[in-house]
């Protein structure tokens, strides 16, 4: 199972982006239970997101978490200098196993 | 507050084995999952091994099964991961994770990692 997601993506300061997150076997649903994670490099991640769109404590509600068509999606509303980081979604697909998607680059600018 | 902390990473040969650890703090951690998680270096997050509450369910990534083992001491809140016959793509930093609990299939914290070099 390979889970899909933009390798890179750019937005302006007070942008509007949003990220994406697929699975090869087909539509991701609520049963994957997708989380966001973010990643400053050379930090651990901090959960951000989960069971498709429930912020964790702390998140600012300018991070939005949905499914768009057959992907999870993660959005960023009115982006910050900040928010440049690694974002990777993670995906139950049963059996015991959770699968990360290769990660998203985000760069503000 | 929770904490997660790794320690035991180092340097070993292929073909060799490693002990890591995870002592965990700030929670109840007898009724939580747990799992292990790592990085290979300028790479993506990969899942590697998933332990239940109680010790007694394991599930492990294809890349490492049958040759690492999850396992825990709820009486001293330690997670370890017995990796053998190590290869040189097993080379990451290895973060364990506290499972989010309440059916929600997610890792809700993170250590900081501890680094593997197999070389």
């Known amino acids: 199972t390979v889970v899909t997601q933009e390798a890179s993506l750019s937005v302006s300061p007070g942008g509007t982006v949003t990220l994406t997150c697929g699975l090869s076997s087909g539509s991701v649903s609520d049963s994957n239970y997708p989380s966001w994670h973010q990643q400053i490099p050379g930090q651990a991640p901090r959960m951000l997101i989960y069971s498709r769109n429930i912020r964790s404590s702390g998140v600012p509600d300018r991070f939005s978490g949905s499914i768009l068509g057959n992907k999870a999606a993660l959005t960023i509303t009115g982006a910050q200098a900040d928010d440049e980081s690694d974002y990777y979604c993670l995906l139950y697909v049963g059996g015991g196993i959770w699968v990360f998607g290769g990660g998203t680059k985000l760069t503000v600018l | 507050q929770v904490q997660l902390v790794e320690s035991g990473g180092g340097v070993v040969q292929p073909g060799g084995s490693l002990r890591l650890s995870c002592a965990a703090s700030g929670f109840r951690f007898r009724n939580y999952n747990m799992h292990w998680v790592r990085q290979a270096p300028g790479k993506g997050l990969e899942w590697v091994a998933f332990?239940?509450?109680?010790?007694?369910?394991?599930y492990y990534a294809d890349s490492v099964k049958g040759r690492f083992t999850v396992s825990r001491d709820n009486s001293k809140s330690t997670m370890f991961l017995q990796m053998n016959s190590l290869r040189t793509e097993d080379t990451a930093v290895y973060h364990c994770?506290?499972?989010?609990?309440?059916?929600?299939?997610?890792?809700?914290?993170w250590g900081q990692g501890a680094l593997v070099t197999v070389s």
């Open positions: 332990i239940r509450y109680d010790g007694n369910d394991e």
């Open positions: 994770a506290k499972d989010s609990g309440r059916d929600l299939y997610t890792l809700d914290y």
